[in-house]
């Protein structure tokens, strides 16, 4: 039984900070590329950010704001975001089995953690 799960979302002004995490089980997340989507109402899924062996990869949006990392030992990913603006509001999705080169999904979701960006 492979599973994700995502949790630290919450609400957070404008300008602040907030770190995500995901938790693997079932499997090892040593063997795969991960990744951060996220879906705002109404919206299509969109990449966020990707960590393979070569390194991260980030989309336009978040660039210079938000860090992905990982802890094998843990089985655990990580989305530090800061500088948080109202557009990043949506439901962050961990992911497993990201392709790192073209920003698509792998096979492993987690079920989702709202961030909300408001004042």
């Known amino acids: 039984q492979l599973q994700l799960e995502e949790s630290g979302g919450g609400l957070v002004q404008p300008g602040g900070s907030l770190r995500l995490s995901c938790t693997a089980s079932?499997?090892?997340?040593?063997?795969?590329?991960i990744g951060w989507f996220r879906q705002a109402p109404g919206k299509e899924r969109e990449f966020v950010a990707a960590?393979?062996?070569?390194?991260?990869n980030y989309a336009d949006s978040v660039k210079g704001r938000f860090t992905i990392s990982r802890d094998n030992a843990k089985n655990m990913v990580y989305l530090q975001m800061n500088s948080l603006k109202p557009e990043d509001t949506a439901v962050y999705y961990c992911?497993?089995?990201?392709?790192?080169?073209?920003?698509?999904?792998?096979?492993?979701w987690g079920q989702g953690t709202q961030v909300t960006v408001s004042s």
């Open positions: 079932g499997f090892r997340l040593d063997k795969h590329a």
């Open positions: 960590e393979g062996n070569v390194g991260t």
């Open positions: 992911n497993a089995g990201t392709h790192w080169g073209t920003s698509q999904p792998g096979p492993y």
